[in-house]
């Protein structure tokens, strides 16, 4: 560690690549919690209806997991390289991908928004508004994969800082839109949970084109038509070797994470309450290890993909280290914040000791969750290490934390926050399983071509 705190290069590097991109997750994280805030201040279905439906973006994000997954994996290497033309095929091929998800998604939103929100609530009131919320919502999702390709491959072109600015910007534009159309304001009708709904559609639409404008400037990579339709099969094999372990993962985390969202939501209206509100304080907390492990995936990759084995190898060891020390520093934070949040919050008084009791237990999850975070999305991935994240899912989350949910909400009827706890042990159980693999240095690999 007194190696890792005297390299001033490296140290700089990870913070000029954290700072944008923990910066950009956290303005994302706010879109959530400023929804969740304003509806709160209306009603408790509301922002109970809004938290449930959007777990549908939530597993269109999960999908296209894989396709930035497979951008900052590859995009890392190849940048490192030098070798621009690989760049452009891998932008083609992922905005391809992105198209046959994000088409998918809108569909049945849009189509089907009634019978997706039965999945996730059994209380005909968080029904109603949930599927209104996806019927104007789910036009946003047809664009949100075109431009997280875009941002993707400016985080990985040494742009991130252009990457945050649009985000944020969007962000921004998305919460004054979001209290405009919620509340009423400049002789505008309120809307409630709708009004959430429009202002996420337009602030996408202004990202995309924010986006495709600045990938035309100088130094900055943008697709031609060329590009959307060249064929590459050995890249192509690279991109799903890479790719068909993130979206495996992607798909057991994302479904995983959803049914912890729909148990919870058949608990009642005060659990899925509460639970909302602990969801968008865990996203918030985070940031910064999504932050830390994108620049450190960059880092690695970049190294490893010049060749430079030895150094990929000794700068993930140095992120890993950093990773114990960013869930410690979250815990700590939920336990300082817990009185705010709930004296914030209008909710039942039933409502607000499911919260108390989720933002403990949440507090010391979140150090497994930095951890594997940052090691298994940031290291591992940076050498095309994928494969680890689908096997730990697969065991602690669907093997052990789901079925335990299940059974203790439906069979044996346990408490709310046993309940709650049941969906938070697969981070802690994949610890001692995470730093034996990391051992094996399976990730110091060298993907290009």
Not at 64 to 74: D, F, H, K, N, Y
Not at 92 to 112: E, K, P, T
Not at 203 to 211: H, K, N, P, Q, T
Not at 284 to 298: F, P, R, T
């Amino acid at each position: 560690m007194e190696k890792l705190f005297e390299d001033k290069a490296f140290l700089k590097r990870l913070f000029n690549l954290t700072l944008p991109l923990a910066f950009q997750a956290l303005m994302l994280a706010l879109v959530a919690a400023s929804d969740a805030v304003m509806l709160g201040r209306v009603e408790q279905n509301s922002m109970a209806a809004v938290s449930l439906a959007t777990q549908i973006q939530f597993i269109q994000n999960m999908m296209l997991c894989a396709v930035t997954g497979s951008i900052a994996i590859l995009g890392a290497q190849y940048w490192g390289k030098g070798d621009k033309k690989t760049i452009h095929k891998i932008f083609g091929m992922s905005l391809r991908i992105a198209f046959v998800i994000s088409l998918f998604v809108c569909i049945l939103c849009v189509g089907f928004s009634r019978q997706l929100m039965m999945i996730f609530a059994s209380d005909s009131e968080l029904i109603r508004i949930g599927a209104g919320y996806l019927r104007i919502a789910g036009w946003s999702y047809l664009l949100t994969g075109f431009s997280q390709c875009f941002l993707g491959m400016m985080r990985v072109t040494n742009h991130a800082e252009r990457c945050a600015l649009i985000s944020s910007g969007a962000v921004v534009i998305n919460i004054i839109l979001n209290a405009i159309f919620i509340f009423g304001f400049l002789g505008i009708p309120a809307m409630g949970a709708n009004g959430a709904a429009l202002a996420t559609l337009l602030a996408r639409i202004i990202e995309l084109v924010w986006a495709v404008v600045s990938s035309y400037q100088k130094d900055f990579i943008h697709p031609s038509w060329s590009d959307l339709l060249v064929r590459d099969k050995l890249l192509a094999k690279d991109y799903i070797k890479c790719g068909m372990p993130l979206a495996g993962a992607a798909m057991f985390w994302g479904v995983g994470f959803t049914s912890y969202t729909a148990i919870m939501g058949h608990l009642g209206t005060d659990a899925a309450a509460a639970n909302s509100v602990a969801a968008v304080v865990r996203d918030l907390m985070c940031c910064l290890c999504d932050g830390i492990s994108a620049a450190g995936g960059i880092i690695v990759g970049n190294e490893l993909g010049s060749g430079d084995l030895v150094k990929g190898k000794l700068y993930g060891g140095r992120i890993a280290r950093l990773s114990v020390y960013i869930g410690l520093f979250s815990t700590l934070v939920i336990l300082l914040v817990t009185p705010l949040v709930t004296s914030f919050m209008i909710l039942t008084p039933l409502a607000k000791r499911y919260l108390v009791g989720m933002m403990v237990i949440m507090a010391f999850y979140m150090i497994g969750r930095a951890i594997n975070t940052v090691i298994i999305n940031g290291v591992f991935a940076s050498g095309g290490d994928t494969l680890f994240d689908v096997y730990s899912l697969a065991v602690c989350m669907w093997c052990i934390a789901v079925p335990l949910a299940l059974l203790g909400a439906f069979v044996f009827k346990w408490p709310v926050l046993a309940v709650y706890a049941c969906t938070c042990v697969d981070e802690v159980g994949k610890l001692p399983w995470v730093f034996m693999h990391y051992k094996k240095y399976k990730w110091v690999k060298d993907l290009t071509r």
